[in-house]
């Protein structure tokens, strides 16, 4: 099966009007489609409302507008492409029709990624972007001072160095997902544009966030640390929260957690306390505030990649833990991204002549990259 690197045009939108006017509906349609369709995936922060009627009516305006563009830019007008004959002449032929198609795609997915906005990847992470194959240094500064030595004249003294750096290097790994676009259906004009562009961007953001969690949750990362508690109690909170504002120059501290993991918090903390603590549970299912800071509740997600069973559920954040972070610039993880996406086609084979599979790339890699403590509790 021959593979073909499309060579993408990145930004070829920021010199074409019309080309601008294309990825920015596509982009409007992906960013409607995410919040319709993958809601689930809890990386979707703000949310995009479409009445349905204007949504196919946008849907089919885009069909004409992006295949009509990548025809004539490519020379190709004598093909008739709103003919299933001349569409499929089109894809076959490749070279700048498919390059001009597929720079729009990856322009649009780009831009769902980057505005996306999702609310708990920012809470756990900083987000740092680079250029294609480059990395990021991070110097970490010491918290503690330089350390102020008696000397002695004429004896021999210790010296003993007090300021140390060190260098983190993040260097972005590729990912990839993969669609299938069937010409029939482009022109049949039940082919969603927005669906299929969301999917590819959500799919890269929960991989990216699946990093972050990964790390950040990780209670091998702090065990034996005083920031790692292995069971959920008064004492044990209030003194990580004292022993955080210490650390982190005095700045406040709020949890981050799933709903169940504050909801088996909250029933710990109100034994033996009174009736309001008690109805605010019952209320909201857990505690907004409880031992002098706010509790933040995470949306949970899934990409359901597996059937979701009462005992096996494709979820990506844990119930069973609470992270204590302080409120300063920097998050315990830091996300570095390059600012691109790349396709690669795959001819269609035996069986599928009217289909073509796309493979989207992107690259990102996350690390504990920090000079803020945090703390995580596990919740029995």
Not at 50 to 57: N, P, V
Not at 61 to 68: M, S, V, Y
Not at 128 to 154: C, F, H, W
Request: charged residues 15%.
């Amino acid at each position: 099966m021959e593979e073909k690197n499309l060579n993408i045009v990145r930004n070829f939108s920021a010199t074409c009007d019309e080309a601008k006017v294309i990825v920015d509906s596509l982009t409007e349609l992906g960013n409607v489609a995410a919040t319709k369709y993958y809601a689930n995936s809890g990386m979707f922060g703000d949310k995009y409302e479409m009445a349905e009627a204007e949504y196919k009516a946008k849907n089919q305006q885009l069909t004409n507008a992006l295949l009509g563009f990548a025809a004539e830019k490519a020379g190709l007008d004598f093909l008739k492409i709103d003919t299933k004959e001349g569409l499929m002449r089109a894809f076959s032929m490749g070279g700048q029709f498919e390059t001009i198609y597929n720079s729009i795609i990856v322009e649009a997915i780009g831009g769902i990624i980057a505005n996306a906005n999702p609310t708990a990847l920012l809470n756990l992470a900083n987000i740092e972007t680079v250029g294609v194959g480059d990395s990021l240094t991070i110097e970490i500064e010491p918290k503690g001072l330089p350390i102020a030595q008696r000397n002695s004249y004429m004896s021999n003294v210790t010296l003993l160095e007090g300021v140390t750096k060190q260098a983190i290097t993040i260097t972005p790994k590729v990912y990839s997902t993969g669609v299938q676009m069937d010409y029939m259906r482009i022109l049949s004009g039940t082919f969603d544009w927005g669906r299929e562009v969301a999917k590819v961007a959500l799919s890269l953001l929960y991989a990216q966030y699946k990093l972050v969690a990964g790390l950040i949750f990780s209670n091998t990362l702090v065990n034996g640390t005083p920031f790692y508690a292995s069971a959920y109690s008064g004492a044990a909170v209030t003194t990580m929260i004292a022993d955080l504002e210490a650390v982190n120059g005095g700045a406040p501290v709020k949890a981050y957690g799933t709903l169940p993991a504050f909801n088996a918090a909250g029933a710990i903390a109100t034994t033996n306390y009174g009736f309001e603590t008690q109805d605010e549970m019952v209320r909201n299912g857990y505690l907004g505030h409880a031992f002098g800071i706010d509790n933040i509740a995470l949306p949970q997600a899934t990409d359901l990649s597996v059937p979701f069973t009462t005992l096996n559920k494709p979820i990506l954040l844990p119930n069973d833990m609470i992270v204590l972070l302080s409120d300063v610039g920097s998050k315990p993880v830091t996300l570095v991204r390059e600012n691109y996406v790349a396709v690669i086609t795959k001819e269609a084979n035996e069986g599928s002549l009217r289909k073509v599979h796309y493979s989207y790339f992107m690259a990102f890699d996350a690390a504990i990259a920090t000079a803020a403590n945090y703390g995580v509790i596990a919740v029995a």
